[in-house]
Nanobody, 115 residues
Framework: VQLQASGGGLVQAGGSLRLSCAAS????????MGWFRQAPGKEREFVAT????????TYADSVKGRFTISRDNAETTVHLQMNSLKPEDTAVYFC?????????WGQGTLVTVSS
């Protein structure tokens, strides 16, 4: 199983980034997908999830209206479009695949938002 996150980088406040997570080694279309983040010195926190079909999404209150999660089952990829970025969005972002008690985590990609 591999979950390869990419797209992180340094951006100014108010800017945008698009993260991608390429999945392989499991039945991607059977799994919900999510993005989580961990800021320096803080615990990992939920950002957004999307169901296996892409028909339903959920967001943390802190990112609602600014971030959009989407998935492409044909490409086995999940994306996180991040707009109106704030310095407090600075964190390592991780993607996760989940189905029942089964879950897989990818390595993170660092997002740094400068003020």
């Amino acid at each position: 199983v591999q979950l390869q996150a990419s797209g992180g980088g340094l951006v100014q406040a108010g800017g945008s980034l698009r993260l991608s997570c390429a999945a392989s080694g499991f039945d991607f279309g059977d799994y919900g997908m999510g993005w989580f983040r961990q800021a320096p010195g803080k615990e990992r926190e939920f950002v957004a999830t999307v169901t296996w079909s892409g028909g339903s999404t959920t967001y943390a209150d802190s990112v609602k209206g600014r971030f959009t999660i989407s998935r492409d089952n044909a490409e086995t990829t999940v994306h996180l479009q991040m707009n109106s970025l704030k310095p407090e969005d600075t964190a390592v972002y991780f993607c996760k695949a989940y189905r029942g008690v089964s879950e897989y985590w990818g390595q993170g990609t660092l997002v740094t938002v400068s003020s």
